[in-house]
């Protein structure tokens, strides 16, 4: 029986190299895998570009290429609040202390030296993609708390609108002018116009 495969729903690894055989091997090779997206770019301003508008999961980078090189990508995607939190490996020949130390700077998350065997990259891009998935998770997570908290005590506001009118609702009538969440379940008998009501009849 036919089993239809969303790859759609894959993580998406943006590979960058200047050397074409390599990064053709290495593309076909992770597609082996048959869990992951792959897309390819020759060059650092490409790379730049697909990171930009694609936001890969995770990006596997050689170090030194013509400009802009393995450094300046990671660097301008640090900058990007889109960009700066994607997982980034870099591939290189060799890397001395101080060059790896200003990459670990930068946001590098991992190294691997060439040559190198599949798998060991994979296992290193498996291990950044789970971080990334829990530190997404507790993202979320905290949100929803936040959210939580937040609505606690919009409705203890509310609340203490019945027996204390004065500045109250001008401070709750600049709190809900903009949409609240639905997850905050504030009654909705409780608009601003309604609160200002309250107020001045009160």
Known sequence: MYNHVDVDNFPQLLLIDSDTDFLLDLAEAIRREGVYQVVTAENGSVGLKLAEEGLPDLIVCELTMPAPDGMEVLQTLSENFTT????????????????????????????ILKPFHM???????????????????????????????????????LHSLRTDHTGLAEALTQMLSCEMPKQLNIPTAWSCSAIKWRADSG
């Open 84 to 111: 700066i939190a994607i997982p980034f490996i870099f591939i290189a020949k060799n890397i001395d202390e101080k060059k790896r130390t200003k990459c670990m700077e930068l946001g590098a998350d991992d190294f």
């Open 119 to 157: 798998d060991e990259l994979i296992r290193r891009v498996r291990v950044l993609l789970r971080r990334k998935e829990i530190t997404e998770a507790h993202e979320r997570l905290r949100s929803v708390d936040e959210i939580s908290v937040l609505g606690a005590k919009v409705r203890e506001l």
